[in-house]
């Protein structure tokens, strides 16, 4: 439903001037060292309107804050430009904003952001944005459309990051001693307990950052539940397959540890460059190399030929299937080489990364293939 300025009470609209600006035209340096000169700031309005794609109600007095902020440093809070705070009497999305700045507020090397949050008439965060929203300091009127958000579930901290992960949704993370498996979609999150007949089911909570983790607050009046995902290598603690992340489950004072995500997701999307087989080397300048591929192939070049085959991972290690390869001739020492690591190959069981991010893959009797990942750049050029 539209709804016109007439509908709203305007509680704030502040402007933060910051020092030392210029709207002069600024300069940037370039890779070869020279100064380029960039246009100067002109920005005088930026506008748009907030809303959500759910229809759901907002509460009788909700607040609707929008800020410009500048977002240049990652390392740094936000600096605060400006803002308005618009409470709604009755009223929905969407709400329109308009802030006025001033073009000597800006510089032209840096990004500036708008973010939105409504939140209830007692303080509690309902809606927010969660991704950058950058203007372009060069137009006098930056209109930004409208910025859609996403609703708040679960417990965050007023100062807490919100973070888009549905990129690795669906997640699931599985612990032993006792033995657990955590299930996270877009709509719901499940813990089951090995020693606990009842699974937990939540609505799958809004994620914030915390440090270098990713936090999933389900807490509520019935179980206090946080989950704690961080990008870290983990190992099973009894099959010793690695996974990308380590997980930490708080779920009513107890503490459960374990692994997460994807096994597969360290092993596609790169090409590794195979460094040693059975601990005998390989010849020079061979490049003989391994791509696995989300659905299952794996192929890639041996000392001579190309080869092909298919490979599967379980909760217990990596194996392959019969490897077809092409026949050219060549050289009597690269033909041994061939043959030396395609029988290797087709007698994996499992895979590790070392601690220097080497690929590891043994065989049954521990015979092993040692690989490294191109550099992407490297990759792309090929």
Same mark, same amino acid.
């Given at each position: 439903?539209?709804?016109?300025?007439?509908?709203?009470?305007?509680?704030?609209?502040?402007?933060?001037?910051?020092? $030392?600006?210029?709207?002069?035209? @600024?300069?940037?340096?370039?890779? /070869?060292? /020279?100064?380029?000169?960039?246009?100067?700031?002109?920005?005088?309005?930026?506008?748009?309107?907030?809303?959500?794609? #759910?229809?759901? +109600?907002?509460?009788?007095?909700?607040?609707?804050?929008?800020?410009?902020?500048?977002?240049? %440093?990652?390392?740094?809070? +936000?600096?605060?430009?400006?803002?308005?705070?618009?409470?709604?009497?009755?009223?929905?999305?969407?709400?329109?904003? @308009?802030?006025?700045?001033?073009?000597? &507020?800006?510089?032209?090397?840096?990004?500036?952001?708008?973010?939105?949050?409504?939140?209830? +008439?007692?303080?509690?965060?309902?809606?927010?944005?969660?991704?950058?929203?950058?203007?372009?300091?060069?137009?006098?009127?930056?209109?930004?459309?409208?910025?859609?958000?996403?609703?708040?579930?679960?417990?965050?901290?007023?100062?807490?990051?919100?973070?888009?992960?549905?990129?690795?949704?669906?997640?699931?993370?599985?612990?032993?001693? !006792?033995?657990?498996?955590?299930?996270?979609?877009?709509?719901? &999150?499940?813990? @089951? %307990?090995?020693?606990?007949?009842?699974?937990?089911?939540?609505?799958?909570?809004?994620?914030?950052?915390?440090?270098?983790?990713?936090?999933?607050?389900?807490?509520?009046?019935?179980?206090?539940?946080?989950?704690?995902?961080?990008?870290?290598?983990?190992?099973?603690?009894?099959?010793?397959?690695?996974?990308?992340?380590?997980?930490?489950?708080?779920?009513?004072?107890?503490?459960?540890?374990?692994? =997460? =995500?994807? !096994?597969?997701?360290?092993?596609?999307?790169?090409?590794?460059?195979?460094?040693?087989?059975?601990?005998?080397?390989?010849?020079?300048?061979?490049?003989?190399?391994?791509?696995?591929?989300? /659905?299952?192939?794996?192929?890639?070049?041996?000392?001579?030929?190309?080869?092909?085959?298919?490979?599967?991972?379980?909760?217990?290690?990596?194996?392959?299937?019969?490897?077809?390869?092409?026949?050219?001739?060549?050289?009597?020492?690269?033909?041994?080489?061939? #043959?030396?690591?395609?029988?290797?190959? $087709?007698?994996?069981?499992?895979?590790?990364?070392?601690?220097?991010?080497?690929?590891?893959?043994?065989?049954?009797?521990?015979?092993?293939?040692?690989?490294? +990942?191109?550099?992407?750049?490297?990759?792309?050029? #090929?």
């Amino acid at each position: 439903m539209h709804i016109t300025p007439a509908h709203l009470l305007l509680i704030g609209v502040t402007s933060v001037f910051a020092a $030392g600006c210029s709207n002069l035209a @600024s300069q940037a340096t370039t890779d /070869d060292g /020279d100064n380029q000169e960039l246009p100067a700031p002109a920005t005088e309005q930026v506008i748009g309107s907030i809303s959500y794609r #759910e229809r759901i +109600a907002l509460p009788d007095g909700s607040v609707a804050h929008i800020k410009l902020s500048d977002v240049s %440093r990652a390392d740094a809070p +936000a600096t605060l430009l400006a803002e308005q705070n618009t409470t709604l009497f009755g009223k929905q999305v969407p709400v329109p904003f @308009s802030l006025k700045v001033e073009p000597a &507020m800006f510089d032209a090397r840096m990004r500036y952001s708008v973010s939105a949050q409504i939140r209830s +008439a007692e303080g509690q965060l309902l809606w927010t944005t969660d991704s950058a929203n950058l203007i372009d300091v060069t137009q006098p009127v930056v209109d930004l459309g409208t910025l859609m958000m996403i609703k708040i579930n679960g417990a965050v901290a007023d100062d807490a990051e919100i973070v888009d992960v549905d990129a690795f949704l669906p997640f699931t993370a599985n612990g032993n001693e !006792p033995g657990w498996t955590l299930k996270v979609d877009s709509e719901r &999150m499940s813990l @089951s %307990r090995q020693n606990d007949p009842i699974t937990i089911l939540t609505p799958t909570p809004t994620t914030t950052r915390e440090d270098d983790s990713y936090r999933f607050n389900a807490s509520t009046e019935a179980n206090s539940v946080i989950v704690d995902v961080t990008p870290e290598l983990c190992r099973d603690s009894m099959t010793g397959m690695p996974y990308p992340y380590e997980v930490s489950v708080k779920v009513n004072g107890e503490t459960l540890k374990g692994c =997460g =995500g994807a !096994p597969d997701s360290l092993l596609t999307g790169r090409e590794w460059i195979v460094e040693d087989v059975d601990s005998k080397g390989v010849i020079d300048n061979t490049q003989m190399s391994l791509n696995f591929t989300l /659905d299952g192939l794996l192929g890639g070049r041996a000392a001579c030929n190309h080869y092909t085959t298919s490979y599967q991972l379980t909760g217990e290690g990596l194996s392959t299937q019969a490897i077809a390869s092409t026949q050219k001739a060549c050289a009597p020492a690269l033909m041994n080489q061939d #043959e030396h690591f395609l029988e290797v190959l $087709g007698d994996i069981q499992r895979f590790e990364l070392d601690e220097t991010g080497a690929l590891l893959l043994y065989t049954t009797d521990n015979r092993s293939i040692k690989a490294r +990942a191109l550099p992407s750049t490297e990759q792309e050029a #090929e």
